[in-house]
């Protein structure tokens, strides 16, 4: 459930602060991305230098001489879930009155993902109304507790007030996602088009820009799923999207089956080339050597390659038209996809490099479907629903 998330870990200063390096190496591992904000006082007890080994980024810890103008907001957007551990007496009196006076509670209140408290504190300290009416104001903000539990604490005492182990705090953690549909799938995206050498200078390509296939790749990992991103483009950046930087179709055929071999869906969205110079020049062509003659051979068909897998993903292909959608129902009931979504890129706001586009889904049956004009992530968004939805009912989740 935390693969692929984004915890913010907030440190305040109490000795059960060494447990913190501890549980940031435990929700690495569990696959979220961590980044972490201390306290002053946490920094007496625990080394912002661990905590920047150990998540590969430098704690914030304070609102100013930082180079971002707001440390707190920044961070704040970027979680998905807060986890403050330890949270002391004096933390939790921040937190529950709004007291943004440092980085911490301040990236707390900026915050609108949820938040677990895990308290650490002498029993004293637990124990008094102060403390009571703070928790109690915790909770009806919503913050999900964790602990405090009985037993042995700082200077020999014992008693209700020690934080919980760093397991018990990441399993608290994990139950506070809603998983996506596409938790826990594995998803390929082809994006882009593909450059075809002709000599070191020039290519065959086409006018493809990637922005569907980007936006399905992002639409996929927001429902949940790990996603493998193949694309001859610059690519949204995205904790559970991993990218796959490729510029020919043979780089993109490989990179593409690769990633496809075990994966539940494949959405094929880039525009690859079907020739490609047969013999590239290794050296310049030359304006005075006259107009060259170039020989073209085919390209791999990745489409046909994942659609041949034993055990195949649910296949998505694409297909660009021009005029009619005729050739692409054809292609629907041939290429073996279980789904393609197909546009005409003649229509004004379907062509490529556009901010939108007008689709229609086409199954192997020849049925089609078609949607209104929308924007390409929100076409994105759609697409994934539906797929989900087939997906489901074929039976294969
Ligand atoms: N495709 C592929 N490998 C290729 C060519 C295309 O995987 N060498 C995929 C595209 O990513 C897309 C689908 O096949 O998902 C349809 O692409 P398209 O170019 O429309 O298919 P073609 O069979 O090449 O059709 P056409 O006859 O229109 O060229």
Not at 184 to 201: C, F, H, K, M, Q
Request: some cysteine; aromatic content about 4%; charged content about 20%.
């Amino acid at each position: 459930m935390l693969a692929g998330r984004r915890v913010v870990l907030a440190v305040s200063g109490g000795v059960a602060a060494f447990k913190a390096a501890f549980l940031a190496r435990r929700i690495i591992e569990a696959g979220a991305d961590v980044r972490t904000v201390m306290t002053d006082s946490a920094c007496r007890f625990l080394g912002p230098q661990t905590m920047a080994a150990l998540t590969g980024t430098p704690p914030v810890l304070d609102l100013f001489d930082q180079e971002d103008v707001s440390p707190h907001t920044s961070l704040a957007r970027w979680a998905d879930a807060i986890v403050v551990a330890p949270a002391t007496a004096a933390t939790i009196s921040r937190l529950a009155n709004g007291l943004s006076d440092g980085a911490l509670a301040a990236t707390v209140l900026a915050a609108k993902c949820p938040v677990v408290v895990a308290p650490a504190m002498h029993t004293e300290m637990w124990e008094h109304p102060a403390t009571t009416r703070n928790m109690a104001t915790l909770r009806s903000d919503g913050c999900v507790i964790a602990g405090p539990v009985s037993g042995a604490l700082a200077g020999g005492d014992e008693g209700p007030g020690r934080m919980l182990e760093p397991e018990q705090i990441l399993e608290i953690l994990a139950g506070v996602f809603t998983p996506g549909p596409m938790e826990g799938w594995r998803v390929v995206v082809s994006a882009g088009g593909t450059r075809e050498a002709i000599d070191p200078v020039r290519y065959v390509g086409n006018r493809s820009s990637g922005k569907m296939g980007n936006a399905v790749a992002v639409a996929a990992a927001d429902a949940g799923a790990a996603v493998t991103l193949v694309t001859t483009v610059a690519a949204p950046s995205h904790s559970r999207i991993d990218v796959v930087p490729v510029e020919s179709a043979q780089e993109m055929a490989e990179a593409v089956w690769a990633a496809a071999t075990g994966s539940d869906v494949a959405v094929l969205a880039a525009a690859v080339a079907d020739f490609r110079p047969a013999d590239p020049v290794t050296g310049k062509l030359r304006r005075a050597q006259g107009p060259p003659e170039i020989n073209l051979e085919p390209t791999p068909d990745i489409l046909a390659g994942v659609a041949a897998m034993e055990n195949r993903p649910y296949l998505v292909g694409f297909a660009a038209e021009v005029g009619s959608l005729e050739g692409a129902i054809d292609k629907a009931q041939r290429k073996g996809v279980d789904l393609l979504v197909a546009n005409d890129i003649a229509k004004p706001g379907s062509g490529f490099g556009t901010e939108t586009n007008e689709v229609t889904l086409i199954t192997p049956d020849g049925a089609t479907l078609p949607w209104e004009m929308l924007s390409k992530p929100a076409v994105a968004e759609k697409l994934v629903a539906e797929i989900v939805r087939r997906r489901g009912a074929a039976g294969s989740s």
